[in-house]
């Protein structure tokens, strides 16, 4: 539990995936790639029945997320489940690795996932594998021969997936950026029936360590300390961080002199999606009684009765509008690709997706013309406070607001 916790995010590594088609040796290329017995290995076709995750160090890249995935190829009714899924890997995939088979050499299928790595700008690699049994003589910058069963090649493969993957490589900051050495962040963090026991949630984590990261001063508080805390420090602090469910409460104890932001609209920038998010939160005034409204988070996890995300918020969304909605719910890895049947997407935090799949959730939203927003930012909104909250971020407050 203590290594554990001592661990970077998933969402903070970069995500390698390899895909194929079945038999190319793809779970063989994963398990000399890793040094590990990653996927079952079989001459059988389609071994490989769901794509399979783990997070490690990988020298020389460093922390990674590594996806083994189904043939692209599989066929049948329950085949054709696989391949979509597989397709959902592309939606948060940093580099992606293709296993060919030298003997047959590259497919139809092959093709049609290099147009996909294209289309969605993921940096690709073409791996011919099993050299050992026959060499491709012409390879282009991208591509390598590789031999699973004897390791030939592997290390200059992995040194390739370096090379692509530190381009990849998370490197903006939550806050750490906005902060001077001895700079006081207050953190408001509500202990309540939603919390979970024992531990805090990850932005919270995130942003103590940015904060420390600055040599920067972290106060951590419950909404019930905040008066007390505020009276009581000599320096006045540089921002105050709130959980978004206590908004309304924090905004009438901080001063307006004192930047007021939330944990979810930090994440919104991390995430490169606060600008479309802020816009999103407009549109809350266009909503009709009636539509369709969709609630996404990105974990999943035991809800509470006080859940913000199937409670507390479609509440807020009711009660500011006055108009009834329908709302849907979605979590973890599921997000829908037609969007359009919905007013509106609000969608969590994205503290345990990658950049890249919130990224596509957002162009996804945009494309079809559906307004997104998250959490924070919606709820910041309704409080009227939207404007205050992005203060530590003028670049965005002066052209949205």
Known sequence: MAENLNQTPNANRVH????????????SVVNAVTGQNLSIVSDV???TTDPVSKAMELLPV?????IDTPGIDDSGEIGELRVQKTKQILNKTDVAVLVVDSVTGKSDCDEELIALFKAKEIPYIVVYNKFDLKCIDKLTENEISVSAKTCENINALKEIIALFGNKEKITNCIICDKLKKDDIVILVTPIDGSAPKGRMILPQVQTIRDILDAAAVCVTVQPEQLSFTLDNLKTKPKLVVTDS???GKVKQLVPDDIPLTSFSILMANFKGILKTAVKGAASIEKLKNGDIVLISEGCTHHRQCEDIGTVKLPNWLEQYT???FKFEFTSGGEFPEDLSKY???????????????MLYRQKS?????????????AIAYMNGIL???LEIFPEIQNEIL
């Open 322 to 324: 006055n108009k009834d």
């Open 365 to 377: 939203a945009e494309t079809q013309n559906i307004p997104f927003t998250n959490y924070g930012t």
């Open 343 to 357: 007013a509106l997407v609000i969608h969590c935090g994205g503290c345990m997706l990658n950049e890249k799949e």
């Open 387 to 389: 404007k205050r909250s």
């Open 245 to 247: 469910q206590v908004f």
């Open 62 to 66: 460093g922390p990674v997320v590594i």
């Open 16 to 27: 390698i995936a390899f895909f194929g088609k079945r038999n190319a040796g793809k779970s």
């Open 45 to 47: 076709l389609g071994t």
